[in-house]
């Protein structure tokens, strides 16, 4: 049965009152201090609550938890100040109802908490051995809490009473300590509290881990210093180095080395922070390494050019044969050079096909300037950070490749040779052709900023030459920085002269075979070239020439008491290389219908293209074969919308093309290709096949058509006449507007070559067509068979009768 009192508030902060908690109490506040006075007037009683804001001096009704204990006053002692020294005993719990504000104090209508639910003793009995359990491995953990509370917690038998006794001992939180308060149901508050005992727990051990670990660490620092005075106590006693000596050394070569004004204040200062440094600390080892950086990298040591333009020349020209434009372009350079002697360092780009020599030319310029040459590859570089480097806070972090280079080449000037600019690529990590504009522009790079060094570095002495396959994947604003100088490929006189006067020699030395006189005739490596080898460059001439000499080693080796041939003949190169892999002259040996020969342009140099056309009865569909791109397909049907305005003129119907299908295929169908040089190669082919007229077969060609018929000029000349003379061609159409092109291709390259300026389409197939006048262009469906007269399709003239079948 519950029953409601009216009790005096005493309000109290920090601290949960239980009941069977017996505690002495400071009082100074009036309106506690009277509540108390009220309580000792009567039957002593009164109800204890915390506030809910500790720091509230006056608190009010919403201020103050509901829900806490009745207790007796149990002695009081009233002090000078006129404070109160109370000690009171805790009851029972209690809810307050209501309350009543007197004036001088606050007064609350309580009534006790009782709990009504059915407990399982056993479960009970349970749970309270677990606490105590618990209680004693956290009393062991907590030093505050002194041994006899501990032990006469222990012998508590009633389980309501032990959770409060225990929950008031322990130093938790008041919220948590407020919940338990309110639980009116004992199990239910064990389970509280065993749950905060054991968070408790695992929270203090953490704590001592990491007291532990921190403890550790400055035991190792403090034996680290003990150490380290001994060994330096011990290097006085022996007279050997000990780190002030390193230090003074290190002194000595800042002081030796010539540095820029920056660089002068930021090793000063890197240098003072260093000797404040405990010697084997992680820091230190990070400033020793920066300032060693500083001072490794040349700052104002240069290489002296050599201005003598005759012995340059003699250089270049004896690693490389042919390459006049970069030849003539670095001659011109230190042409400047030598009469101005300040002249910045150029940023050229040597594009064209693998195997023409760009990487090694790069070498031979270093070697005819008389400077130092450094090389990068570039190749899958993907991060910014490979050329900027990354800063100092990151862990291993070094500068990148363009200061780690200069520290290689040790001068300001040398030949940086940046390999494969095309084939970078970027991702998440950054874009390294972005951080290129600052060191390949002359306007920029004098004070280039590595991320690591962070410092202004001069890169504009530094002749760059950077080299690509394709350029069309080079950004444009990079390009834009780069002198770009084309390189095209070797025909085939300069393939002789480079494998007669290189190549050879190089392997005969290489395999062994010096000592006797190995020869290859001309002929031999005419048919090496022709029959094995199909490329822009001269590393698949090298790769069989050493096949060769292989071959050739072996079977001295294995008998060296044959004799053995020194010349090496054709013959000799079927034996050892196989079947020819090539056909020379292999653009075919007849003129066929619908077969035309055309030229394209590749990363690898030209090559010659095969576009097929046939007809076949249909419903005027155009089907493109030979995985072509968009381009390639767009100037296939402009050709066929071209041969369409012009039908008349080749004595066709008006509407021929709905009854028939046209089918366009390019062979090797694997090869990707695109481009819209092949328009006039698709146009005769389809005039071809429509007429029956076969197409030359000594006749490639090269250009744009328009739908008018107009052929527009094309990309890549050299390399095309190049593809075209390797296959044996003896006649090239090219556009009208491409002639100023021939005149920087070789002379000796147009030897026995036709070549032939087209303006319009109709002079194309004049000259590409089987026909001896253009006249016979417009008579030709005599040759058309008569299965495509059935049905009304085109009707003869008069005076041609259907051929037989």
Known sequence: MTYKQKLPLLPIRDIVFFPQMVSPFFIGRPKSVQAIEEAMSHNKMLFLATQKDASNDNPGAKDIYKIGSTATVLQLIRLPDGSVKALIEGLERARILQFIDEGTYFQVEVEPIQCNDLIPQVELMALTKLVLTTFEDYIKIHKKIPQEIASSIASIQDPSRLVDVIAAQIPIKTPAKQKILEEPNPLKRLEKLYTIMRTEIKITQTEERIKDRVRKQMEKIQKDFYLNEQIRAIHKEIGSPDDKNDLAELAKQIKKKKLSKEASQKIEQEFNKLKAMAPMSAEATVVRNYIDWILAIPWCNATKDNYDLEKAERILNAGHYGLEKPKERILEHLAVQALTKKLKGPILCLAGPPGVGKTSLAKSVADAMGRNFIRISLGGVRDEAEIRGHRRTYIGAMPGKIIQSMKKANSINPVFCLDEIDKMSSDFRGDPSAALLEVLDPEQNKAFNDHYLDLNYDLSNVLFITTANSLHTI??????????IELSGY????????ANNFLIPKQVEAHGLAERSIQFTDDAVLEIIRSYTREAGVRNLERAIATVCRKMAKEIATDASANFTTKITPSLIIKYLGVPKYRFNSHGEKDQTGVVTGLAWTETGGSILYIEAAIMPGKGNLTITGKLGDVMQESARAALSYVRTRAHN?????HFYEKIDIHIHVPEGAIPKDGPSAGITIATAIVSALLRIPARHNVAMTGEITLSGRVLPIGGLKEKILAAKRAGIDTIL?????EKDLQEIPQKL????????????????????????AEQLFVSSKTIPEAFWLDGFMQPPSDVHPASH
Not at 491 to 498: A, G, N, V
């Open 750 to 773: 147009l030897k026995n070559l036709t070549i032939k300026l087209m303006d319009h389409m109709d002079e194309v197939l004049t000259n590409a067509l089987a026909i001896e006048t």
């Open 650 to 654: 080749f004595n066709l119907p008006l």
């Open 491 to 498: 025909t085939e006189e300069e393939k002789l002269e480079i």
């Open 734 to 738: 090219i556009p009208q507007e491409n």
């Open 475 to 484: 950004p444009l604003p990079l390009q834009d920085r780069m002198e770009i």
